[in-house]
């Protein structure tokens, strides 16, 4: 074995690089709770210097932080998840400022409240849901300068 068998190289992840991310699965706001989480997977390789540092595929963690299902008179369904860190292959942990996914469905409140005066069961008009679909798309921003190795 060659001694370039175990060669390790550090590489620093600098601040403000945007990692593409995707949700792997559908989700839907009535279907999951506070502090439930989500996966993303990387998008493609982040490569510095030459090398991947994060490599295509490495999953990353979302916590729900809002789920809110659609209600009758119109009031619509909300889903926020946070997305706060990656841990790479190598278990170092990279962290994002601010990378929240916001989905809303539509507020039919005011369509509920004005067809409930003329026909009563209106009211019962729901929101839209709130669903984040399979393959949704999101950049998160590297927080800070991060010293990954590689192997």
């Known amino acids: 074995m060659s001694l370039n068998t175990f060669a390790q190289k550090q590489v620093t992840i600098k601040a403000g690089t945007i990692i ?13 709770s506070e502090g439930q989480t989500v996966d993303f997977q990387v998008v493609q390789d982040v490569n510095v210097d030459g090398v991947s540092a994060i490599p295509h595929g490495t999953l990353v963690k979302g916590r729900v932080s809002e789920a809110r299902k659609s209600t009758i008179a119109g009031t619509k369904g ?14 170092e942990s990279v962290f994002f400022s601010n990378t929240d996914v916001r989905i809303y469905g539509k507020n039919r409140t005011p369509l509920a409240v004005i067809t409930g005066l003329f026909v009563w069961p209106c ?15 999101v950049q998160a921003t590297v927080a800070a300068n991060t010293p990954i190795t590689i192997k």
């Not at 593409?20 to 999951?32: F, I």
């Not at 909300?78 to 278990?91: A, E, F, K, Y």
């Not at 009211?123 to 798309?137: C, D, R």
Request: aromatic share 4%; no cysteine; proline share 10%.
């Open 20 to 32: 593409p991310l995707q949700s792997v699965k559908q989700v839907k706001a009535a279907d999951v």
């Open 78 to 91: 909300r889903l926020v998840i946070n997305i706060n860190s990656l841990n790479t292959p190598d278990g």
């Open 123 to 137: 009211l019962f008009i729901p929101g839209s849901k709130a669903v984040l679909p399979a393959g949704y798309e």
